[in-house]
């Protein structure tokens, strides 16, 4: 399995950006498809973004489409979201994940996650 840690989560205005890092220990991390899920109070964890490992190859759920971009730094063992033209419907806890499936989206895909980082939008 991998350990994932999550940081770079906070306040920021409606039409700002932060950016989410996701640093990955475990020998596995290169053999793994990374992705981002979130979950705001009351609504079930939604898939945001991930990456495959073969080819490095992105997708995205269609709410952030556009203004999302994932990227990895295999040489770090990290996990990046940039996270552009944020909306108040941003905010939620972010997790980074891990999976050995391709192409995976539902959550139950995923092995291993990270504890989260709380995201808020303000209007």
């Known amino acids: 399995q991998v350990q994932l840690v999550e940081s770079g989560g906070g306040l920021v205005q409606a039409g700002g950006s932060l950016r989410l890092s996701c640093a990955a220990s475990?020998?596995?991390?290169?053999?793994?498809?990374m992705g981002w899920f979130r979950q705001a109070p009351g609504k079930e964890r939604e898939f945001v973004a991930a990456?495959?490992?073969?080819?490095?190859?992105?997708y995205y759920g269609d709410s952030v489409k556009g203004r999302f971009t994932i990227s990895r730094d295999n040489a770090k063992n990290t996990v990046y979201l940039q996270m552009n033209s944020l909306k108040p419907e941003d905010t939620a806890v972010y997790y980074c994940?891990?999976?050995?499936?391709?192409?995976?989206?539902?959550?139950?895909?995923?092995?291993?996650w990270g504890q989260g980082t709380q995201v808020t939008v303000s209007s």
């Open positions: 990456m495959t490992w073969t080819g490095a190859v992105p």
């Open positions: 994940a891990a999976s050995r499936k391709r192409f995976a989206v539902n959550p139950t895909d995923f092995d291993s």
């Open positions: 475990g020998t596995a991390f290169r053999s793994d498809n």
